[in-house]
């Protein structure tokens, strides 16, 4: 998988994913998508599954509903966008190795 960020004001997150990676999201974060994304929406990822995980993204402010992202060809692209004007930028994000 790889990401990048394109656009200044109104900046797009775009993920590359190559055949059976996948993306979790809230419901309705993906901008647009190809015939090689396969959708599925669940109410059992983010925040833990069955109805306390549902009730932490609730009470959180976000989504009661969680969709994954498959994709099921050759490498596509995944690309996500923001409501309003804003800068994005890269981060790195470490593994934790605890687990």
Do not use: C
């Amino acid at each position: 998988m790889q990401s990048r960020i394109t656009g200044t004001t109104m900046p797009v997150l775009e993920f590359m994913l190559d055949p059976n990676e996948t993306i979790i999201s809230e419901a309705g974060e993906l901008s647009w998508m190809s015939a090689s994304i396969q959708m599925t929406t669940h109410t059992q990822f983010g925040g833990g599954g069955g109805l306390f995980g549902v009730l932490k993204r609730v009470a959180g402010g976000g989504s009661i509903f969680m969709s994954e992202y498959r994709a099921i060809a050759p490498p596509v692209s995944l690309p996500s966008r923001r409501n309003f004007p804003a800068t994005s930028s890269p981060s790195k994000l470490l593994r934790d190795t605890n687990t």
